[in-house]
């Protein structure tokens, strides 16, 4: 069949419109002349078939639904029954579902992240803050503004109000004081009861300062206190005292550091010790002989990781005063006078912030004066202390130090033993309650002596202390002691020890009044050195 022609087309179409027009209208049924011309369709004229015509399309049936509804796009007249979707046009989009299980959301919300300082976006917040704050708004001068009180903060309860404020020297802070006390005293020089000992009247005179520094970097603490107690009715038992220390630590890195250490003693020796005794019952020593010591140490400080390297190089001196007989004759104390050179390391390791066990060593050598002492022994000696222990803070209430170890000298007269001994050195502090300090001291020591025969003293003593405030300016303090001389070489051993109890009243922060008493007894193997004494006094202390 051959294809139709355009013009064949226009033809068919032209035809089919002529039929439909000269068609009858249904019975009951409107004529097509008097319905609307809207409801016609347009027909196409009719063209000569030669023309090259085209027909006018339709106009397209309305749409049901738009692309902002979401719906599908399809034909539908305005009376006919909704048309359904035809194949192959997508669902419309369904409505979201709630999220199952529902999230969570927390009643108490945790606060947004705050960024570094110097984080990227601290530094973008930094740079979009305006630089300068809009001038505040000032009402004008004809509008009353009702003035805002300031509330006065409410002052802070001190906890220690009668503690001394100190003195400061830039960014360190001294905190001088002096004493003036006195009392009795029921036996001045110590002396047992076969001397007949004198009791007598005293005053005393004690001032001193105590360090504390500030600094960011470096370190500096110090304490120094010094006296004199004069016997009115017994001026040969008149005396001096004083004792120091000091610790400096100089950082040099982070790791790294210098640390300086000094002390100082001035104490005297009592007339009826067996160091000082004649061998003759009748004479004996009237003075009290001085004893003078200074020393210092010196060394670098290092850090590894939790590892702590200590080495510091020890250097003391200690003078003698000669001594009176009560013939006459003089004790020559002088020539017992000694240099004593030394090293220390200590090496430590910080298990936890609350422990830090160590091991230390230390080796020194005693030069004297002279080579020989008034009883004619080579006092010249070499020793070491090797001893372990930590450095503990068990709870929050107990901190300190305790160790042990051994000690041994060798002199250099064959004559004399070496002083050797297990030392055992402990200081703890048990805090119960702010109103309540218990301290407990323990050392061990090799101490030189002049006791003919005897190489030295291995003395051991053991103090505790409780000090509890009754009320916030007033102080009860329970003193008690203990302590052993074993003059090795020798038979000599002694015992001694002492209790004793002091109230402080403080008036102001600056002015406090004192009062004690104290119980002093030995009890010693060596003739005639036996000893008990009572002392009672009173007095008043300025400190700032």
Request: contains cysteine; hydrophobic residues 35%.
């Amino acid at each position: 069949m051959p294809s139709e022609t355009p013009r064949s087309r226009i033809a068919s179409a032209a035809l089919c419109a002529a039929l439909l027009a000269l068609a009858p209208a249904p019975a009951g049924a409107q004529s097509r002349s008097d319905a609307p011309l809207s409801n016609l369709a347009p027909v196409a004229p009719v063209q000569d078939p030669g023309d090259d015509v085209s027909i006018p399309a339709e106009p397209a049936p309305p749409l049901r639904g738009s692309l902002e509804d979401g719906g599908p796009r399809f034909a539908a007249s305005a009376d006919a029954a909704p048309a359904r979707r035809p194949k192959g046009y997508p669902a419309p989009y369904p409505a979201p579902r709630a999220p199952y299980p529902p999230p969570f959301a927390p009643k108490t919300p945790l606060p947004l992240l705050e960024s570094y300082r110097t984080s990227y976006v601290a530094r973008q917040n930094l740079r979009l803050r305006p630089n300068a704050t809009p001038p505040a708004v000032t009402p004008p001068p004809t509008v009353a503004v009702t003035p805002t009180p300031k509330q006065r903060p409410k002052p802070k309860t001190e906890q220690n109000p009668f503690d001394p404020l100190g003195v400061a020297v830039g960014s360190t802070l001294l905190f001088p004081y002096v004493q003036a006390s006195g009392g009795y005293d029921d036996n001045p020089n110590r002396l047992a009861p076969e001397f007949n000992p004198r009791p007598s009247a005293f005053f005393r005179g004690e001032g001193g300062v105590r360090v504390k520094s500030g600094w960011d970097r470096h370190s500096l603490e110090g304490e120094l206190r010094g006296g004199y107690s004069e016997y009115v009715d017994y001026a040969e038992a008149s005396r001096p005292d004083a004792t120091g220390q000091a610790a400096a630590r100089l950082d040099v890195t982070r790791d790294a550091a210098l640390d300086l250490r000094g002390r100082m003693s001035l104490d005297t020796m009592r007339p009826g010790a067996p160091a000082l005794a004649s061998g003759l019952p009748s004479v004996y020593v009237v003075n009290r002989p001085v004893v003078l010591g200074v020393g210092a140490q010196a060394g670098p400080r290092q850090k590894f990781g939790r590892f702590n390297v200590s080495l510091r190089g020890l250097f003391d001196r200690v003078w003698y005063e000669n001594g009176r007989y009560s013939d006459g004759s003089t004790l020559e104390l002088a020539r017992s006078s000694y240099n004593d050179f030394g090293g220390l390391l200590r090496v430590s390791y910080e298990a936890t912030p609350d422990a830090e066990p160590f091991v230390e060593g230390t080796l020194d050598r005693r030069i004297h004066d002279a080579p020989t002492d008034f009883n004619g022994f080579y006092r010249d000696s070499k020793g070491y202390v090797l001893r372990a222990g930590a450095d503990v803070n068990l709870t929050a209430l107990v901190r300190g130090e305790i160790s042990g170890g051994y000690g041994r000298r060798d002199y250099a007269d064959p004559r004399l033993t070496p002083l050797r001994g297990p030392v055992i050195d402990a200081a703890l502090i048990y805090t119960p309650s702010a109103l309540t300090t218990v301290t407990l001291r323990g050392a061990t020591s090799l101490n030189e002596t002049t006791l003919a025969g005897a190489s030295g003293a291995l003395s051991r003593s053991l103090t505790a202390t409780l000090s509890h405030d009754l009320l916030r300016n007033l102080n009860v303090t329970l003193t008690g002691d203990y302590f052993t001389n074993n003059y090795q070489g020798t038979d000599v051993q002694e015992r001694g020890g002492g209790v004793g109890v002091r109230l402080e009243y403080k008036i102001t922060r600056s002015v406090s009044l004192r009062g004690g008493y104290m119980h002093e007894m030995l009890d010693s193997s060596y003739p005639n050195a036996d000893y008990t004494a009572n002392v009672y006094s009173a007095g008043l202390r300025f400190q700032l």
